[in-house]
């Protein structure tokens, strides 16, 4: 069991032993959904904080997963949690708008890190050391952490959404294209926090757009 926890912190360890001490893991959540905000996760570990169970927060169960996110949140050396909104993933694209709310998170990291490990995305603004690497959170434990911490942190966001936006059950879906989000939306239209660049919730501004294949799942 230690040796798999250990494992996990492979890249890390490697930093380290080039020199690096403030090695922070960066992952994001909610680049698919119709609505809601996009959120980046950042997060410093101590070099001795060894946190079992650290994964991809896709594989965890809600419980487990809020049990991490308050322990991460508690022995981190940094973490920082940012944001992009509905209207900014529409003026700007999601691509653009996921890179926004990173830079958000690591502008809360303090103190800064000396090198960064990221889940597969390139950003620009990066003027530190770095390595990304697709399905970063399944290898590395601070990229795990940076998963865990943007995805409770986004669901309890849209949670908190349902209590503004009652028609449209975003504490149950989080803004995915579920059936459910899908015939809420024929029935209500778009509320302020639907990505109205995205094609589905598009088709309902545009009636020249309207076509009931855009709304199958994929």
Known sequence: MQQEIDGHYHYEDLARAEGFRLIAGGDEAGRGPWAGP???????????????????????SRQKRRALFDEIRARATAYGIGWASAEEIDRHNILEATRLAFNRAFDQLQPAPDYLLLDFIKLPWLRLPHQAFAKGESISASVAAASILAKEARDLHMENLAQSFPDYGFEKHMGYGTAAHQQALRQFGPCAEHRRSFKPVKALLTPALHDETLFTLK
């Open 38 to 60: 996009v959120c980046a996760a950042m997060v410093i570990l101590p070099a001795d904080c060894r946190i079992a169970g650290l994964d991809d927060s896709k594989k965890l």
